[in-house]
Every structure is written in structure tokens, then in C-alpha cells.
Nanobody
């Protein structure tokens, strides 16, 4: 059974950093593309960072230069380093996996409808 578990969320002030983790069990990261999604209060879920099976990365414009997505295939763990956090970064953060053979070719983070597996999320709150 595939399971994704996020951790690392919390309450921080603007300008501070957090690192989110997403631990997987039941499958190997090396065969999947992974995406971090943000769901801000009252808004739809949006992809903020995506990493392909080949390690290629794409980011939403809102987080470019501040967030870094990475993965450790040996540990089956995905990360999101979030620096210079702003109040608009507040929301639930979910990691998701997809098997799409073309998922290494995205030019921007994909829609949530493309995902095959989801974690339950971790809450990030950034105060001004």
C-alpha cells in the first residue's frame, strides 16, 4: 500500500525558513515524479514545486528563488526547503506522486488532477 506522510510544517514569522519532508512507503521514489502543492485558506490547491524522475525541477513563479525541491531516493523522502517565507505562503502543503511517463517534461508544476497518490498534508503558517 502506497503511503505519503508529510512533516515539518509550523508557525513562523515572515522571512524565516522551514523544511518540509515527505516520507514514502510502499513504492520507490525513483519511479515517480513528485510535486508539492499549497492550498491557501479559501483557495484551490496549486502546485508550487515539481521534481521529475530524472531530477529536473520546475517551480511556480511565486516561489522561484525562495523554495527548493529535492529528493533522496535512497531514503524515499522528498523535501521542500522554504526560505524567505511570506504570509501568502500560508496554507496546507501536500506532497503527491504521479506515474505519468511524460512527467519529466513539465514546464511548470502540474495540476492536482494529474496525481496518483497524496499525503494528508502539513500546515504552514507565516505571520507578518
Amino acid at each position: 500500500q502506497v503511503e505519503l506522510v508529510e512533516s515539518g510544517g509550523g508557525l513562523v514569522q515572515a522571512g524565516e525558513s522551514l523544511r518540509l519532508s515527505c516520507a514514502a512507503s510502499g513504492y520507490s521514489y525513483s519511479g515517480y515524479c513528485m510535486t508539492w502543492f499549497q492550498q491557501a485558506p479559501g483557495k484551490e490547491r496549486e502546485g508550487v514545486a515539481h521534481i521529475g524522475k530524472d531530477g529536473s525541477v520546475v517551480y511556480a513563479d511565486s516561489v522561484k528563488g525562495r523554495f527548493t525541491i529535492s529528493k533522496d531516493n535512497a531514503k524515499n523522502t522528498l523535501y521542500l526547503q522554504m526560505n524567505s517565507l511570506q504570509p501568502e505562503d500560508t496554507g496546507m502543503y501536500y506532497c503527491a506522486a504521479e506515474l505519468n511517463l511524460a512527467c519529466d517534461q513539465y514546464q511548470s508544476p502540474p495540476s492536482d488532477i494529474a496525481m496518483d497518490y497524496w499525503g494528508k498534508g502539513t500546515l504552514v503558517t507565516v505571520t507578518a
